[in-house]
């Protein structure tokens, strides 16, 4: 039962573009949410989080939304960079504030092609 | 600054036998985590400690699986006796207090 969902397993965006990953979850208990970013043959790193209490976080080029109603997040990167290509895992966490344990998507593979 | 080492970074064995599969946590991180990925589950959560104490072992897949942290900076993964169905990428990973977690890169285990 996957309680994290990353329903596209690959996406490609040109250089400059916006890329829009998506995550959904079916727990209604998680409370906080992470994107990690993953090369092949290293781990997982993380990227960006965001707390239930907020709908909306932005660290420099990427931005992560939460729309707690429709149990949805999306990770949005502008302008997408050939740097950006790598997997990507959205994860959740029942507990508020914390990243004790973990429960992670699928991951989607993003390609940023010149 | 060194990030979590995990050793070995590749080990392929004989189906029966005993696997150790070891991780150094970032210095001062409190919380350390094993996780394994395969294709069919994905990345899953199979233990974690806090200040060298097992919290959680529910996604420990059998008896076959064990894991320990003598110490605030080691800790091992021990499978005995490896099965085929083992093989997978192990991670190892820790956090200080409520901060986002730091993966090592991984090791890699083939059971034949």
């Known amino acids: 039962d996957q309680q994290v969902k990353q329903n596209s397993p690959s996406l490609s965006v040109q250089e400059g573009r916006i890329s829009i990953l998506n995550c959904d979850y079916t727990n209604s208990m998680f409370d906080y949410f992470l994107w990690y970013k993953k090369y092949p043959a290293e781990g997982p790193t993380f990227l960006i989080s965001?707390?239930?209490?907020?709908d909306k976080n932005e660290d420099g080029r990427f931005t992560v939304f939460l729309n707690k109603s429709a149990k949805h997040l999306s990770l949005h990167i502008v302008p997408s960079q050939p740097g950006d290509s790598a997997v990507y895992f959205c994860?959740?966490?029942?507990?508020?504030?914390?990243?004790?344990?973990?429960?992670f998507g699928t991951g989607t593979r993003l390609q940023v092609t010149l | 600054d060194a990030g979590v080492i995990q050793s070995p970074r590749h080990e392929v064995t004989e189906m029966g036998q005993e696997v150790t599969l070891r991780c150094k946590p970032i210095s001062g991180h409190d919380y350390l985590f094993w996780y394994r990925q395969t294709m069919m589950r994905g990345l899953e959560l199979l233990i974690y400690f806090n200040n060298n104490v097992p919290i959680d072992d529910s996604g420990m897949p059998e008896d076959r699986f064990s894991a320990k942290m003598p110490n605030a900076s080691f800790s091992t993964l021990k499978i005995q006796p490896s099965e085929p169905r083992d093989s997978a990428v192990y991670f190892c990973a820790s956090s200080f207090s409520s901060q986002p977690q730091h993966f090592g890169d991984g090791t890699r285990l083939s059971i034949l």
């Open positions: 965001i707390s239930s209490i907020k």
């Open positions: 994860a959740a966490s029942p507990v508020h504030g914390t990243a004790s344990k973990l429960t």
